[in-house]
T-cell receptor
């Protein structure tokens, strides 16, 4: 079967750095996405990785290792507005997105 | 541009009632999707469409029907609602299923079936 694993919840301090991990087992691989979802709102796109390595976009970076079936999202200089759920999703061989359950990130002052 | 819009935002149904959720997008996207999101679970694909007049089943299609009569609209129907269909429903659209397929989501519909 297809499976995406992420921690259920993480807590971090304002101004700090946090890394959210995602491991996956899917039938085929056509890229990995990270989305942010604030409580009661729609998911919004953060990043896309299809090749191994690190993609940096401002305070957010995303890393991919296809051989290990592993990705992480790195958030720097945390702000209170970063409190949200972070969803990892993998595009499989049928170009369908398989979604993880999400990681709820709590930022404390 | 409004992006992706959904109506209604909230709805309460009794078991056995029917309803239709409407999704509209103004980005000229070919692909549209209906997902449900339940606590502790990832988004699950119900049905999707790769263009006007086409629909296909996703991971959890039972109990739902869809129609895509116009490119900009994607309707999700529940013929006979059941409590197991209590969920938050999200519509999304994208330009295609190429290697880069950012999906744009609507604000969601919170459905409760009593």
């Amino acid at each position: 079967g297809q499976n995406i694993d992420q921690p259920t919840e993480m807590t971090a301090t304002e101004g700090a750095i946090v890394q959210i991990n995602c491991t996956y087992q899917t039938s085929g691989f056509n890229g990995l996405f990270w989305y942010q979802q604030h409580a009661g709102e729609a998911p919004t796109f953060l990043s896309y990785n299809v090749l191994d390595g690190l993609e940096e976009k401002g305070r957010f970076s995303s890393f991919l290792s296809r051989s290990k079936g592993y990705s992480y999202l790195l958030l720097k200089e945390l702000q209170m507005k970063d409190s949200a759920s972070y969803l990892c999703a993998v595009m499989d061989s049928n170009y369908q997105l398989i979604w993880g359950a999400g990681t709820k990130l709590i930022i404390k002052p | 541009n409004a992006g992706v819009t959904q109506t209604p935002k909230f709805r309460v149904l009794k078991t056995g009632q029917s309803m239709t959720l409407l999704c509209a997008q103004d980005m000229n996207h070919e692909y549209m999707y209906w997902y449900r999101q339940d606590p502790g679970m990832g988004l699950r694909l119900i049905h999707y469409s790769v263009g006007e007049g086409t629909t296909a089943k996703g991971e959890v299609p039972d109990g739902y029907n869809v129609s895509r009569l116009k490119k900009q609209n994607f309707l999700l129907g529940l013929e006979s609602a059941a409590p197991s269909q209590t969920s938050v429903y999200f519509c999304a659209s994208s330009t295609g299923t190429g290697a880069y397929n950012e999906q744009f989501f609507g604000p969601g519909t919170r459905l409760t079936v009593l």
